[in-house]
């Protein structure tokens, strides 16, 4: 039949017309017969035939089938047969029947809302035709409720089987708009056991939402299932997961693809595995929808997402008063970041972690927020969730939205109240005071009496002699750890350059992504007139300088997961990040600190721990070995204390070396040689 078909319309001279065989077909309703026998699997096996010879007849006659009634009828129930049975025997053909009708509504939009019509949704439209969106050849077609009425320039026969919309007698009783189509049938075969059914299903639904008309994604949004079915997934394959998860063993799999959703086999095996990566393949795949999407369905879709998993579902399990709850769910929340691509989701994820809060938060402020929670998380009595949440932190600050850093950082240092007014400015770094003499101790004492030193033009291009700038910022960090304090040097491949052309990259990497946002090149000059206002660094900056100053008796692994983020915080080309985190003669206002500040008390905490502990050298030189893997691990005595001084004195290098990339002495970056450590 399909070949006579085939035959027939490379016969056909007019374009458009149906053939005498074809009008026999629809006339006949032989569509709905093949159809009724497929449902009632009369004689066995006829439901994949009949799936089969659909697929092929919608693919190869040219001849526009869908708008025809006796066409649209049999489809509607073929769709309801299939993708509702999990693990049914026809899931091949079903899928395959599912991507021909993709490719047409791909093919012409106007299918779309034709074809996702449920049954009780026909009869409301029946008033409000658009016969503007049907093809022409469908545009004259007489009243099916004729049978004998004629198309202009049609046979009797091919008239008899048209009509532009399906017809309100189509509607069946106790029938539901809800009741399986394309979307839901979709929906079931994405669930599919098979992979490579559960794979195509997911194309033909990426392919369904990608639809470029805007009426045909209006009607997605508003009138089918899609959004609601794929978040609804979304939240049931979470509701899978263990109720507690390592987050070793989450970030193992956090690589996981929608294309390839299936655990490596060659990660270690853990109870919740198949789940875990189930889960975060199919949140990959979401990302992917949202991110190929037409605009309408793309925002409805994050905004569902957002909705059910994030604020209903996320929300709870991050405030829960059980550590395990918290654990897990941040980890997660920290694997979905890494994942996430998409700008709608990302704008949704921001929404729901800051808040709509416009305002810099003020220093008594209590947690309202859930921001302000998760910030809390990070000084927790439990380690594990201090890391585990110190790491969303540093996978949200590698996200491209400018609100993230704003909120966190930048917007309590707006307006520079960390810099003291009405001092001048030395003209050159040489007019400073030695950092030996330098008072940046007056910070932790309640009477500061102290003047902190006057600080150097902050921006380089000020500087008549950049390589100066560069030359007294580098070395300050270098040189903050004293001699008795420094080990690298015993070892290679622990100098500074390593860290330079690290910093480099990641430098590059951070200024492409901000690019975009047109932040200045210099700070706002300060009125030496304007009266000094309180400053209050904000609840992040807050909690990570408390961490930092408490890095000598702090676990090694908490300790690289803080300056893990302060580094990522130093690399943001903005200059008031430039100032603050990374300018070791900024004239800081009474009863404010800085990053360089709270490192010099840190210093000189160590300078006094260090007489207590004897043979502290050869210990120290010990426990790097230690860390570096060249000796047996063995408990000493001072272990946090000799581990935190090595993290100690590597983070100093590595501030250098990104004081080093963002501020080129001579032009670009890639023509600067690294200076040796501790010289520049």
Partial sequence: MLDILVYEERQQTGAGEAGPCLEYLLQHKILETLCTLGKAEYPPGMRQQVFQFFSKLLAQVQHPLLHYLNVHRPVQKLLRLGGTVPGSQTEKEEVQFTTVLCS??????????????????????????????????????????????????????????????????????????????????????????????????????????????????????????????????????????????????????????????????????????????????????????????????????????????????????????????????????????????????????????????????????????????????????????????????????????????????????????????????????????????????????????????????????????????????VNSFLCLVPEEAKTSAFLEETGYDTYVHDAYGLFQECSSRVAPWGWPLGPTPLDPHEPERPFFEGHFLRMLFDRMSRILEQPYSLNLQVTSVLSRLALFPHPLIHEYLLDPYINLAPGCRSLFSVLVRVIGDLMQRIQRVPQFPGKLLLVRKQLMGQVPGEQLDHQTLLQGVVVLEEFCKELAAIAFVKFPPHGPHLHLSPPREGHV
């Avoid at 409720?145 to 069946?172: C, I, N, V, Y």
């Avoid at 959703?261 to 095996?269: H, I, N, R, T």
């Avoid at 059910?308 to 709850?325: G, Y």
């Fill in 104 to 473: 047409k509504i791909q093919q012409d939009p106007a299918l779309l809302t034709y074809i996702l019509e449920g049954k009780k949704m026909v009869s409301r439209k029946k008033s409000s035709r658009e016969p503007s969106t049907l093809p022409r050849e469908a545009a004259n077609i007489p009243d099916k409720d004729d049978p004998h009425s004629k198309a202009p320039d049609r046979s009797s026969g091919g008239a008899q089987a048209l009509s532009p919309q399906p017809p309100a007698e189509m509607e069946e009783p106790g029938g539901g708009a809800a009741d399986s189509n394309l979307i839901t049938s979709l929906m079931g075969l994405c669930k599919s056991k098979k992979g490579r059914v559960a794979l195509k299903a997911q194309e033909n639904l990426l392919l369904l939402v990608s639809v470029a008309s805007q009426a045909a994604a209006t009607y997605l949004v508003q009138s089918s299932p899609c959004c609601p079915a794929v978040a609804e997934h979304l939240c049931q394959l979470y509701q899978a997961l263990p109720t507690f998860l390592d987050p070793a063993d989450i970030a193992a799999l956090e690589g996981i693809s929608w294309r390839l959703p299936s655990a490596p086999s060659d990660e270690a095996a853990f109870p919740g595995k198949e789940a875990l990566a189930a889960f975060l393949g199919w949140f990959d795949y979401c990302d992917h929808l949202i991110m190929e999407a037409h605009m309408v369905v793309a925002d409805a879709l994050a905004k569902a997402v957002a909705e059910k998993l994030f604020v209903e579902i996320l929300q709870p399990h991050l405030l829960h008063v059980s550590e395990q709850s918290v654990l897990t769910s941040t980890a997660l929340l920290t694997a979905m970041l890494r994942q996430l691509r998409s700008p709608a989701l990302l704008r949704e994820a921001v929404a729901f972690l800051l808040g709509t809060e416009p305002q810099p938060a003020a220093p008594d402020d209590g947690p309202r927020t859930l921001c302000a929670h998760l910030i809390g998380h990070c000084d927790h009595l439990s380690d594990e969730i201090s890391i585990t949440t110190l790491r969303l932190f540093e996978e949200l600050l590698q996200k491209p939205h400018e609100r993230i850093i704003r909120s966190l950082v930048l917007g309590h240092l707006e307006g520079r109240h960390y810099v003291a007014r009405g001092s001048p400015e030395p003209e050159s770094y040489e007019d400073t005071v030695d950092l030996e003499e330098d008072p940046y101790f007056t910070d932790g004492f309640l009477d500061s009496s102290f003047q902190p030193s006057a600080k150097h033009p902050p921006a380089p291009l000020t500087n008549l002699d950049g390589k100066t700038a560069v030359t007294e910022i």
